[in-house]
C-alpha cells in the first residue's frame, strides 16, 4: 500500500509524565543528571504511549488489511534542572528554562504561543536514529469487543477509542468488572525454595472467578502470564485456558500475557520478581476494557471482595449506596487489606524433603477439599479494629475499584493519575487557587476507603508457605520462647466468633495455642 514506507508519525503520551510527577510531589526535577537521589520519583514503571494512526492507514486497517508498527526513539538533548508548567510560568520565573506544556484539555483556551513546543525548545537538536533502537514489525491487535472470551492474535479492527472509559453516548455493556494477573505456575511470591512451593494457580483462579461472579460482578478479564513467566513454550494444557473457558464467554476472557518478567529482587536472590508484568496488564486492562465498563477492580486472585452488611445483596449495590452518599460524584473506592490466617482445622500436613521433612509438628497446608475462602477467612482480631479506628492503617496493600473514565494510569495499589489530578493553570486560575498550587488531593466527594462495619470487605487469602507452619510450637503457644521476630501464622478461631472480655473465658484451646482470630 502507499502508506507502508513513510507514514510516520509521533506518539503522543496519555498524561503528561512530569506535570504529573510535579503535582504530586511538588519537585520540579523528576530527573537528576546523578541519578541518584531521584529513584523515589519513578513511580510508574510502564510508560504508556499511544501512536496516533494516519488516515490512510486508517482506511486500510478498517479494510480488514493486517497492520505492522515500527517503533523508533526520537532523541532530543537531555533535560536538566528545574522546568516550568508552560511557557507563561517560564517568563514569571525570569526565563524560558524548560519550558512545559499544560494538559491538552487547556491547549485551546491557553493559546499556541504558552504550549510547549519541542521544535521552538531545541530546535533541530533532536532525530530519528535509524541505526539503534527500532523495533520492527510489531503486530497490531484488533480492538477487543466488551468481551471476546480469549484474546489472541494480530488482526485489523476499528481505531480504538482515545482515552480508557471514553465510549460517547454508548451505554456500556458491563457495570462492574474485575481485571486480574496470574499464572498457571501461581507460587508464594519469594519462596525460599522450589521444594518448597506448590502450584495452586487454576484452583485458585476457578475458585475465585466463581465467587465473584456470585457478588455481582458481571465480566472478568484474566491476564495470564503463564507463557511469559515460562522459559519453555507451553501448549494450552499448560495455561490457565481450561479454567477460562469453562465460564462463558460472556462473563470471562482470557487474556494470553506474555509480557516477560523483569527480576527487581536484590542480587543472587532465588526468584526473580513479576510486578513489572503485572504493572503493565494493569494498566493494559484500564485502557483495552475501561471502556465498557462503568466500574473496574483491580485485585489479585488471594483476595475476595463482598458486602459485610446484611442490606447489600451484592458488591454493586455497596457500590451505589456509597456514591450516593458522595453526592453522585464518587470515582475511586479503597478497600484496606491485611493478610488473613489460615484456619486450623481446614488444614493438612504437608512433607518435602527441603523445607518440610518429617517433624514434628508438621507443616500445614490448605486441605484440598476446603475452599481458599473457607480456609483463610480468619483475621486477627485486633487487625479488624485498627482498619475502623486508625485513618491510614494497612493502606500499604490496599486494592481499588474505580470509575475508569476518571483514572489515566494504574498502580496496583492505587490510582497514580486521576482525570482531576491534571487540571490545567486556567481552571486552577479560574477556581481562584494559587499556581502553583499545593500537593494535590483528590477533591471531596471522589474517593472513600470502604468501612468493613457498614458496607464491604476484602479479604486476603494468601497462602502460609509449609515451613514457617511447622514451628507453631513456639510462635503460637502464649508460653512458648518463640524465635526473635516469629509470627504465628495459623489461625485459631476464638470460640462463638467473639473476644470475651479479659478473664471471662480461656484464650487457649485444649493443647495450649492460643485464640488469635476472628472468622
Avoid at 461472579?213 to 485456558?241: K, M, P
Amino acid at each position: 500500500a502507499d502508506f507502508a514506507v513513510g507514514a510516520a508519525v509521533p506518539s503522543e503520551y496519555p498524561v503528561p509524565y512530569e506535570y504529573v510527577h510535579y503535582h504530586k510531589k511538588r519537585q520540579f526535577p523528576m530527573f537528576e543528571e546523578a541519578g541518584k537521589s531521584d529513584r523515589d520519583n519513578l513511580w510508574m514503571s510502564t510508560l504508556l504511549f499511544s501512536c496516533p494512526v494516519p488516515p490512510a492507514v486508517a482506511a486500510w486497517q478498517a479494510g480488514g488489511g493486517p497492520l505492522y508498527l515500527d517503533l523508533l526513539p526520537v532523541r532530543i538533548p537531555p533535560r536538566k534542572g528545574v522546568y516550568s508548567v508552560s511557557r507563561r510560568d517560564a517568563a514569571e520565573r525570569g526565563g524560558p528554562g524548560t519550558a512545559y506544556m499544560r494538559p491538552r484539555q487547556a491547549w485551546d483556551s491557553m493559546g499556541p504561543q504558552q504550549a510547549w513546543d519541542p521544535m521552538q525548545e531545541y530546535g533541530e537538536g533532536w532525530s530519528v536514529d535509524p541505526r539503534g533502537g527500532r523495533w520492527e514489525n510489531l503486530p497490531v491487535c484488533r480492538e477487543h469487543p466488551p468481551h471476546l472470551g480469549r484474546a489472541t492474535g494480530a488482526a485489523a479492527g476499528a481505531e480504538a477509542p482515545a482515552a480508557a472509559g471514553a465510549v460517547g453516548a454508548r451505554p456500556k455493556p458491563h457495570h462492574l468488572v474485575a481485571c486480574t494477573w496470574t499464572a498457571a505456575s501461581y507460587q508464594n511470591r519469594g519462596q525460599a525454595h522450589p521444594d518448597g512451593a506448590w502450584s495452586d494457580g487454576r484452583r485458585r483462579l476457578r475458585e475465585w472467578i466463581s465467587f465473584h461472579l456470585a457478588v455481582g460482578f458481571d465480566h472478568i478479564y484474566v491476564y495470564d502470564n503463564s507463557r511469559g513467566a515460562a522459559d519453555v513454550e507451553l501448549t494450552d494444557a499448560d495455561t490457565l485456558a481450561d479454567v477460562a473457558e469453562a465460564f462463558p464467554p460472556e462473563q470471562v476472557t482470557l487474556v494470553d500475557w506474555r509480557a516477560t518478567v523483569c527480576n527487581n529482587n536484590k542480587n543472587a536472590q532465588r526468584n526473580p520478581a513479576e510486578r513489572s508484568s503485572q504493572y503493565a496488564a494493569d494498566n493494559d486492562c484500564l485502557w483495552r476494557y475501561g471502556r465498557y465498563a462503568e466500574w473496574v477492580a483491580s485485585f489479585d486472585v488471594d483476595e475476595y471482595i463482598f458486602p459485610t452488611a446484611d442490606a447489600f445483596a451484592d458488591v454493586p449495590e455497596v457500590l451505589a449506596d456509597l456514591d450516593r452518599k458522595q453526592k453522585g460524584q464518587l470515582e475511586v473506592v479503597t478497600f484496606k487489606s491485611a493478610r488473613a490466617l489460615p484456619r486450623i482445622q481446614f488444614m493438612e500436613p504437608f512433607y518435602n524433603k527441603m523445607a518440610c521433612p518429617h517433624t514434628q509438628p508438621p507443616c500445614l497446608v490448605p486441605q484440598t477439599n476446603s475452599t481458599y475462602l473457607q480456609t483463610f477467612n480468619c483475621n486477627a482480631h485486633l487487625s479488624w479494629e485498627r482498619k475502623e479506628q486508625i485513618k491510614d492503617s494497612f493502606t500499604r496493600a490496599s486494592k481499588q475499584i474505580y470509575r475508569p473514565a476518571a483514572v489515566l494510569l494504574r498502580y496496583v495499589h492505587y490510582s497514580t493519575v486521576t482525570a482531576g489530578m491534571l487540571r490545567s493553570l486556567l481552571d486552577t486560575e479560574a477556581r481562584g487557587k494559587p499556581w502553583p498550587a499545593a500537593k494535590f488531593f483528590e477533591p471531596p466527594h471522589t474517593s472513600v476507603t470502604v468501612s468493613e462495619a457498614t458496607h464491604a470487605a476484602l479479604l486476603h487469602t494468601k497462602d502460609s508457605k509449609p515451613k514457617y507452619t511447622k514451628n507453631r510450637n513456639l510462635t503460637c503457644k502464649p508460653d512458648a520462647k518463640a524465635p526473635l521476630g516469629a509470627l504465628c501464622l495459623v489461625g485459631y478461631p476464638w470460640p462463638g466468633n467473639a473476644v470475651p472480655e479479659p478473664g471471662d473465658a480461656a484464650t487457649t484451646d485444649g493443647e495450649g495455642y492460643a485464640y488469635n482470630c476472628l472468622a
